[in-house]
């Protein structure tokens, strides 16, 4: 008859391997912080801002003429609605136009029109902070030119530019060391229920009527094994 492994058997057998599960969860944590210190290069990222606008009407500045009618010195709605839609056709525009292919080499370009509204974000990552910063800013100038070829009202502004970032975006220690312990006590508690499963001998401290159904009525101490004297 088969032994039925109880919630309490498999407590009692980690219990017995407390140390190797430990020692497994030290090694995995140890583990992903050397790679996640010497082995990923660290990623910096920054951001600048671009500003589209379809007419020129849609200027921040308003007429100084205290006496213009009040319609005519309200935005126009449909500059703005044109102008959310100009900013999602820019955000592919500026990505995929030959004049910025040579702007955004050296790092990851992504750029996104900030939900309802005419602003681009132009994120970059590299592994140089200072070339991040760079290629953000560089792109947000270039948009002006590029957006002066493809379209003949409105325009593109820089109105924000990237800084340079002073520690690195990715990757994530914490997140790795999280893992790596993670993976570590997995590992040990495999490595436990193991060495119980493949490990026949017969205990001390095992159950022996739960798992063949023989009552026991006495042991036999093995002096030497124990460390006793001979007699």
Do not use: W
Not at 19 to 30: A, E, R, V
Not at 121 to 140: E, Y
Not at 150 to 164: I, N, Q, R
Not at 188 to 215: C, H, M
């Amino acid at each position: 008859m088969s032994k039925q492994i109880t919630i309490g058997d498999l407590m009692k057998m980690f219990l017995s391997h407390i140390k190797l599960i430990i020692l497994m969860t030290i090694l995995g944590g140890g583990l992903a912080f050397l790679y996640v210190s010497y082995m990923v290069t660290p990623m910096y990222s920054t951001s600048s801002l671009i500003l589209v606008q379809n007419a020129s009407s849609f200027d921040s500045g308003i007429s100084s003429n205290t006496t213009q009618d009040s319609n005519e010195a309200r935005v126009n709605m449909n500059d703005i609605t044109s102008s959310v839609t100009l900013a999602n056709t820019c955000a592919t525009l500026f990505t995929v136009a030959p004049e910025m292919k040579g702007v955004i080499a050296g790092a990851s370009v992504s750029i996104t029109p900030i939900e309802d509204s005419y602003f681009l974000r132009i994120t970059t990552t590299s592994s140089d902070p200072h070339t991040a910063a760079n290629v953000a800013n560089s792109v947000a100038d270039k948009a002006h030119d590029v957006y002066n070829q493809y379209f003949d009202a409105g325009k593109a502004e820089a109105v924000e530019y990237a800084d340079v970032p002073s520690k690195p975006s990715s990757p994530n220690k914490t997140r790795f060391l999280i893992i790596g312990i993670l993976l570590g006590l997995v590992v040990g508690l495999v490595l436990a229920f193991l060495l119980e499963i493949i490990d026949t001998t017969i205990k001390p401290d095992d159950d022996l009527y739960k798992q063949y159904e023989i009552p026991v009525f006495a042991e036999i101490i093995d002096f030497e094994a124990e460390g006793g004297a001979k007699r």
